[in-house]
Nanobody, 122 residues
Framework: QAQLVESGGGSVQAGDSLRLSCAAS????????MGWFRQAPGKEREFVAA????????HYADSVKGRFTISRDNAKNTVYLQMISLKPEDTAVYYC???????????????WGQGTQVTVSS
């Protein structure tokens, strides 16, 4: 059974950095792209970043370009989201997801983690 477990969230000050991790298990039969999404209170889930199965291509939301970096270590079945220069508007629950395509469309991802909270105070 596929399982994604996020970690690394927390409460930080504006301008600080965090690195989120997503450990995947049970993903068999296909090479999965991975994505990060976030959802703030009262808002819809939004795309943050995605990476192809081999790490050869990455995509970012405009709001995080230049500040966030997605990467993966397939030997460890783990995907990362390095976040720098955090802003209060980055506050949200961050979810990782696995799917066949590195797309911005959350409906295209088949597997989801439970999320990790990131809170950025000014």
């Amino acid at each position: 059974q596929a399982q994604l477990v996020e970690s690394g969230g927390g409460s930080v000050q504006a301008g600080d950095s965090l690195r989120l991790s997503c450990a995947a298990s049970g993903l068999t039969g296909s090479r999965y792209a991975m994505g990060w999404f976030r959802q703030a209170p009262g808002k819809e889930r939004e795309f943050v970043a995605a990476i192809t199965w081999n790490g050869g291509s990455t995509h970012y939301a405009d709001s995080v370009k230049g500040r966030f970096t997605i990467s993966r270590d397939n030997a460890k079945n783990t995907v990362y989201l390095q976040m720098i220069s955090l802003k209060p508007e980055d506050t949200a629950v961050y979810y990782c997801a696995a799917g066949l395509w590195a797309t911005t469309d959350y409906a295209r991802y088949a597997y989801w983690g439970q999320g990790t909270q990131v809170t950025v105070s000014s």
